[in-house]
């Protein structure tokens, strides 16, 4: 009988689907600055068999998957793949995590072909500094690609901002009044050791708590009940809001206990855990004729072995031989 329940009794709904390792920007906390190579085209997912995985995840009690990469929006055809994934009848929701260069651009498209909700990444509201940070002079595009997604319609649009010390500190205040004046949910995550040759040390890392302690000016936090949408994040709004805000505790407030999600690489590979390198391979037995009884039974096998918890914190040091663009973040 199929289950979706692994060994620590956490029902696993979710599916992060990377569709490519490439992305257009070069963040120095996600990409790795030498050693590192995108896949060639033939070793990545093609479309129909990303369809065929969510299928065998869906008949499993997989209901929500999220598109992501490297960046989404730079895989040609996009929206032939969102139009089949929400046409996927077990599916309740499918969203996307942009960089948003291109947003400006998709947003009525993507809008149209089903998914409504959507995240935006930006870590800074200083083009000079976006551009140092990315690696690509990109801001404005960025935010009118926000502006535009709020004109199409998408809710929530949430803006991920990663919080490090040394870059954006001081500017924790301004993106979170973004909640304040705009209907965003802004979310700060904690930076994680991800990957190697990226630009961590654990001096740059800011806890959630600090986080929280830097947004005192702008008024007393109102903690606002969690629904099942809402994965690890614990939300707040600040009186008068028109948005809210999220935090995403990964490293300080460990939330494994609660981690309902599975990643599958570009690459066909399905992750149980973000910090941990077991992957199962789900692209070769695609590739010489598996059936979706076989994909199923490898699902059960990377939720079998998924982790009670993460180690990151505790051992200190880069936790994935994998950077996060060839992970999905
Ligand atoms: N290109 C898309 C984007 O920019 O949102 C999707 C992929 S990106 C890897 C997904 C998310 O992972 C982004 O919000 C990014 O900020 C976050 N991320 C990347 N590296 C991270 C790290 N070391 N710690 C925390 N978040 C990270």
């Known amino acids: 009988m199929a289950t979706n329940v692994d060994p620590f009794n ?31 085209h033939g070793e990545i997912l093609n479309y129909e068999e990303i369809l065929q995985i969510v299928r ?5 009690g997989i ?20 139009k089949q994934l929400c046409a996927v009848d077990a599916l309740t929701d499918v969203t996307l995590t942009t960089n948003g260069v291109f947003l400006k651009d998709m947003a009525r498209a993507i809008f149209d072909g089903g998914i409504h909700r959507i ?47 040394g870059f954006n500190e001081d500017e924790l205040e301004a993106l979170a009044r973004l909640s304040i004046d705009g209907p965003y949910q802004v979310r700060f995550i904690e930076y994680m050791p991800i990957g190697k040759d990226t630009f961590w040390t654990p001096e740059r890392f800011i806890s959630v708590d600090d986080i929280k302690s830097a947004l005192a000016p702008l ?11 809402d994965g690890p994040a614990e939300r707040y709004r600040f009186s008068g809001g028109r948005g ?5 505790s990964a490293m ?51 939720i079998d072995k ?10 200190g040091r880069m936790q994935s031989a994998r950077p996060m663009t060839s992970i999905g973040g």
């Not at 065998?56 to 499993?60: D, F, G, I, M, P």
């Open 63 to 82: 209901n929500k998957v999220r598109l992501t990469g490297g960046e989404p929006l730079i895989r040609r055809n996009l929206v032939h793949l969102i």
């Open 306 to 315: 998924k982790p009670g918890k993460h180690h990151a914190a505790r051992r």
């Open 56 to 60: 065998a995840a869906a008949c499993l």
């Open 252 to 302: 300080s407030h460990q939330f494994c206990h609660a981690c309902n999600r599975l990643r599958l690489t570009a690459d066909g590979k399905l992750r149980p855990c973000l910090f941990a390198d077991y992957e199962v391979d789900l692209k070769t037995p695609l590739r010489t004729g598996c059936g979706q009884d076989d994909l199923v039974a490898l699902f059960h096998r990377a």
């Open 119 to 165: 995240n935006v990444s930006l870590d800074t509201l200083d083009p000079e500094k976006f551009s140092q940070i990315t690696g690509r002079d990109c801001f404005n595009r960025v935010w009118r690609g926000l502006q535009e997604a709020r004109d199409v319609g998408f809710s929530p649009i949430r803006i991920n901002v990663v919080a490090i010390r």
């Open 219 to 229: 008024g007393p936090l109102e903690r606002i009940p969690s629904s099942a949408m």
């Open 244 to 248: 809210e805000l999220g935090f995403i």
């Open 10 to 40: 956490r029902r696993i709904t979710y599916l992060r689907v990377s569709v490519t390792d490439r992305c257009n920007l070069r963040c120095r906390y996600c990409v790795p600055v030498k050693h590192f190579t995108f896949l060639d």
